[in-house]
T-cell receptor, first 111, second 114 residues
Framework: KNQVEQSPQSLIILEGKNCTLQ??????????LRWYKQDTGRGPVSLTI?????NTKSNGRYTATLDADTKQSSLHITASQLSDSASYIC??????????FGAGTRLFVKA | NAGVTQTPKFQVLKTGQSMTLQCAQD?????MYWYRQDPGMGLRLIYY???????DKGEVPNGYNVSRLNKREFSLRLESAAPSQTSVYFC?????????????FGPGTRLTVT
């Protein structure tokens, strides 16, 4: 069964600290993997997209990594800001156009 | 550009009532989608429309119907609401369905069925 599992479910960090969110997937075959940011009360917004051949993709303070062999991805946030408080969703797309969403990691950044 | 807009933002229904959620996009996208988001779960696809004039069932279509009114608009109808349909509903659109096409999401409709 195609699944996307994210950890931790929630995370609290202090402003200015770094953090890493994890995503494990069993989707096969695999087309691409996106990380989305979802602010409270808003729709998800894409942060990064990676294909099978890409290992790293950055978007400002966000860096996503992908290990297609172990079917793992991570999202690293550097020098966190209060505005980073949100849910981060890992989304895997299969070549059949089926899209599988993880349940998300809820990040709280405290001053 | 407003992107993807949804109405209403909030709605409370009694069991058995019907309602239609509206969605419109101004990006000239071909594909549109309806998802529901429940606590502790990933977004689940209800219905999608790959292009104007076509609609297909997603993962959880039971209890819902859709209409692709034109290229811009894609509505979701609950004919007889049930408490299990309490959820946040998101509409999304994409230029196409190929692997590189990003989905753009609306702000969501929070629906409570009592």
């Amino acid at each position: 069964k195609n699944q996307v599992e994210q950890s931790p479910q929630s995370l609290i960090i202090l402003e200015g600290k770094n953090c890493t969110l994890q995503c494990n997937y069993t989707v096969s075959p695999f087309s691409n993997l996106r990380w989305y940011k979802q602010d409270t009360g808003r729709g998800p917004v894409s942060l990064t997209i990676m294909t099978f051949s890409e290992n790293t993709k950055s978007n400002g303070r966000y860096t996503a990594t992908l290990d297609a062999d172990t079917k793992q991805s991570s999202l690293h946030i550097t020098a966190s800001q209060l505005s980073d408080s949100a849910s981060y969703i890992c989304v895997v797309k299969a070549p059949s156009f089926k899209t599988i969403f993880g349940a998300g990691t809820r990040l709280f950044v405290k001053a | 550009n407003a992107g993807v807009t949804q109405t209403p933002k909030f709605q409370v229904l009694k069991t058995g009532q019907s309602m239609t959620l509206q969605c419109a996009q101004d990006m000239n996208h071909n594909s549109m989608y309806w998802y529901r988001q429940d606590p502790g779960m990933g977004l689940r696809l209800i219905y999608y429309s790959a292009s104007e004039g076509t609609t297909d069932k997603g993962e959880v279509p039971n209890g819902y119907n859709v209409s692709r009114l034109n290229k811009r608009e894609f509505s979701l109808r609950l004919e007889s609401a049930a408490p299990s349909q309490t959820s946040v509903y998101f509409c999304a659109s994409s230029a196409g369905q190929g692997r590189s096409y990003e989905q753009y999401f609306g702000p969501g409709t929070r629906l409570t069925v009592t």
